[in-house]
């Protein structure tokens, strides 16, 4: 089977890099844009043959073994990540200064911020997904000029329908925009927005096209 590395959806792409891959130790990366006017296949075949990417699930589990890095690729439009697991590898030599360690430094991706970190009350490691805190700055500051001159349905459509899958650290961002809203409406002394608008179920995604 060919390898699948071409993500079908900006939501594919972060649930792959998210559960596909963080969840399964894949600590380190590099990202990058593919420049405009270049091919993307082209890139995609180079990465993966110069890595080795392209091999049996039993070849991965003989690495790790053998104390041996596996290097996974993944890319969406003309962004591309590689991410790799603990051990020896050509990955590191190659990519040297550039890789990042996604529990210290989360992965940027379409106003995502996709990184590691321990639960609340401690334990292992786990995929974090969150609204970057740019993005989350400039969506609390819209729904706050709006939260007293819009009504309550249209604020409760606004907030139903932001373009973010409701992963558990970006449901807590949906309650906190909702919460700063209905502060403001009830000091007005308008009708407050249903928490019914935080979407809190997410549905799993086919990552891969076809």
């Not at 649930?15 to 270049?38: D, L």
């Not at 082209?42 to 104390?67: F, L, M, P």
Request: glycine letters at 6%; hydrophobic letters at 35%.
């Amino acid at each position: 089977m060919t390898y699948r590395c071409v993500a079908a959806s900006v939501a594919g792409f972060v649930q792959q890099v998210a559960v596909g891959y963080i969840a399964h130790g894949y600590y380190f990366y590099v990202a990058g844009r593919i420049p405009n006017g270049k091919e993307p296949s082209k890139t995609d075949s180079k990465i993966i043959a110069q890595y080795g990417i392209d091999v049996a699930k039993w070849t991965r589990s003989r690495r790790k073994r053998a104390g041996q890095a596996n290097v996974q690729y993944l890319r969406y439009d003309q962004f591309y990540v590689i991410l790799a697991t603990h051990g020896e590898h050509a990955f590191f030599v190659e990519e040297g200064d550039r890789i990042r360690d996604i529990r210290q430094h989360p992965l940027r991706f379409f106003d995502y911020s996709i990184g590691c970190r321990k639960s609340r009350r401690g334990g292992e490691l786990h995929p974090s997904v969150r609204i970057s805190r740019k993005a989350f700055r400039q969506l609390k500051t819209r729904f706050e000029k709006s939260a007293v001159s819009s009504t309550s349905d249209e604020l409760w459509q606004a907030l139903r329908n932001m373009p973010f899958e409701p992963y558990a650290p970006v449901r807590d961002q949906f309650r906190i925009l909702l919460r700063a809203v209905n502060r403001m409406r009830k000091t007005a002394g308008l009708e407050l927005v249903p928490w019914t608008a935080c979407r809190l179920r997410r549905c799993p995604v086919k990552p891969f096209s076809g």
